[in-house]
């Protein structure tokens, strides 16, 4: 191997619908000569994951889903997970992406070699794997958190998180307990109750959640959504205005519209006494004392009403300890239970696990270590001075609040650009400039002081858009417009364009989209080689 033909052009960590659009971006640049890695037996990421009872998408389907690939077999205005992961499957046949997945294969760290201008990443195997340029598309709800409650290591009945469901286990009749109150937990919580002969929900801290105006999606109106691309996208955009003003805007403008906050907060408290007419005191158990927004937003119809059950209980004491099969609150009260089920969410932006390995760039700078001393930080979200032809897809203030899928185009185009941009120079290294960086990240922290996230208005809520270091770094302060318009049109003079000396000019197109070329080094026995062309 020579010092400037490395074993791809790119490597993309992570086969989620990160992975999968940032291979989509490739495509369509015409780079090929690429391979997506990931650690699980299949693609999908979070929703090959999570498969949990009642999962599906919180925001409507039809902004959960790239603007250029309607679903199709999508039956609801909110997608059940299973049919999300489908939508994985579609995207990834669509354009011929399975010839270049790597399963079953972890990335555990790689480093910048300056001398080659190249990455070299390790993995699980063994092996070693060489690229010009890496992209890191895990997403931010993928490390799970365990509970740290003393005496949960010794519990004698059945553990599970949600993110690690076991579908052997037959929960009918047992005595289920559920610790957390979160996205997750409002959409299982409900499905629980139906099979378990007690349900004990210890709450923590109660969650906003509005009614879900789910319905089937009429095999017509379905037909002309996928069929009829401008009105798809002008229904698409509708939402995404009305995501942006409506749950965006007001967490970004807080400072400029405090009343309105204010206002919601009560009309919410309000909605749930309504919900709950019969017991005014659950319903004051269950209302929040933080605003609506301050933690994602989520939606049921069902899940406050579960709570009026003869058999499920809402417990608002602390957990003290488990012993056994009980669960011990602060009250002294002991709760016998069979099953404990952790709804407690992922580790978002954390030391240690954002990136989930170690990467070292210019000077042996590694990226987590660089982030936990100087707080979380990178251009548009993309890119970050000293890594060079590094790029992620859901980094630091890379997310406008609504739809995953919608930032993934935004930062997965970026990164496509400056791929293109430097392979159009015959550049072998692109790094974004400390200046523009710096200039992104002063006014994501000027901004963010003055979201509704760093107010008074979210005290105590613990929500996972502030990270551990104070700062709101998993969230954008922006619209998603300006995440869109900031992506799409960055400056290249943002960016340092430099080449290897000797180096050889890259292609104009990249391999030949259907051949294994040096993909065949990886493949083997890890995954078989379904060699499609795009569009296949």
Sequence with gaps: MSATAPDFDVVVIGAGFGGIGMGVELRRAGIH????????????????????????????????????????????????????????????????????????????????????????????????????????????????????????????????????????????????????????????????????????????????????PDFPIPALAKDVLVNIGPLRRAIRAAVTLGIDFGISGVGVFHSRIPGLVKLAQRGGGLMYRAWLPGDQELARQLTPDYAPGCKRPSVSNRYLRTFTRPHVELVTAAIDKITGTDVVTADGRAHEVDVLVCATGFRVMEKGYAPPYPLRGRDGLELGEFWD?????????????????????????????????????????????????????????????????????????????????????????????????????????????????????????????????GAADAPASGDDPGAPGRHALLVGAHHPADLDPPGQ
């Design 373 to 501: 001393r100087n707080r979380y930080q990178a251009y548009q979200g993309v890119s970050v001075p000293k890594f060079p032809n590094l790029f992620t897809i859901t980094g630091p203030y890379g997310f406008a609040a609504g739809s995953y899928i919608a930032m993934i185009e935004c930062t997965a185009r970026h990164a496509a650009r400056a791929i293109t941009e430097a392979r159009r120079r015959g550049a072998t290294a692109v790094e974004i400039k400390q200046e523009p960086h710096d200039a992104y990240f002063r006014k994501c922290l000027r901004r963010g002081s003055q979201t509704m996230w760093l107010s008074d208005a979210c005290a105590g809520s613990n929500t996972y858009y502030v990270n551990y270091q104070g700062d709101p770094a998993p969230i954008r302060p922006s619209t998603h417009f300006e995440m869109w318009w900031g992506n799409k049109h960055f400056p290249f003079r943002h960016y340092t364009f430099s080449r290897l000396p």
């Design 33 to 212: 000569n690429f391979v997506i890695v990931d650690k699980n037996s299949d693609i999908g990421g979070t929703w090959h994951a999570n498969t949990y009872p009642g999962v599906a998408v919180d925001i409507p389907s039809i902004y959960y889903s790239f603007s250029y690939e309607p679903p199709k077999t999508w039956s609801r205005m909110f997608a059940p997970g299973a049919e999300v992961k489908a939508y994985a499957d579609q995207v990834v046949d669509a354009y011929g992406l399975r010839s270049r997945i790597l399963l079953n294969t972890r990335v555990v760290g790689g480093e910048w070699d300056e001398a080659n201008h190249l990455w070299r990443g390790r993995l699980d195997t063994g092996q070693e794997v060489t690229a010009r340029f890496v992209v890191g598309a895990v997403g931010g709800l993928e490390i799970p958190r365990l509970p740290d409650i003393d005496g949960i290591d010794g519990f004698t009945g059945k553990v599970v998180h949600t993110a690690q469901w076991d579908h052997d286990y037959d929960y009918r009749g047992k005595r289920i307990a559920v610790i957390g109150t979160g996205a997750t937990a409002l959409q299982l919580i409900p499905e629980l109750a139906d099979v378990a002969g007690s349900l004990t929900v210890f709450q923590r801290r109660p969650i906003w959640v509005a009614p879900k």
